[in-house]
């Protein structure tokens, strides 16, 4: 089994800057894709970042410019380094990670538990 674990989300003030992590645990294969996605109150789950397994990355048009990803392989840890935080930045903010574990052959998504963000002053 595969768990995915993230850290890092409180409040902060408009123009402040916050640093997600999100730390998969397990019997690990390897990791594919990797995101971060959030969902305010009210609307449906975006995708904010990317990175794929050769490092390649794609942010929403919201957050370019402002959040960067990243990712260490070593700690099958993705992060997310967000600054010029915004009020509409506002939401429970989830990582996901494709991975192909000893157990299961093919490669299967999984979902961490979410943590807020509230961009407030």
């Known amino acids: 089994q595969v768990q995915l674990v993230e850290s890092g989300g409180g409040l902060v003030q408009p123009g402040g800057s916050l640093r997600l992590s999100c730390a998969a645990s397990?019997?690990?294969?390897?990791?594919?894709?990797q995101g971060w996605y959030r969902q305010a109150p009210g609307k449906q789950r975006e995708l904010v970042a990317g990175?794929?397994?050769?490092?390649?990355?794609n942010y929403a048009d919201s957050v370019k410019g402002r959040f960067t990803i990243s990712r260490d392989n070593a700690k099958n840890t993705v992060y997310l380094q967000m600054n010029s935080l915004k009020p509409e930045d506002t939401a429970v903010y989830y990582c996901?990670?494709?991975?192909?574990?000893?157990?299961?052959?093919?490669?299967?998504?999984?979902w961490g538990q979410g943590t807020q963000i509230t961009v407030s002053s």
């Open positions: 996901r990670a494709v991975v192909i574990s000893y157990s299961v052959a093919t490669p299967r998504q999984y």
């Open positions: 397990g019997t690990i294969f390897s990791i594919n894709a």
């Open positions: 990175i794929t397994s050769g490092d390649s990355t």
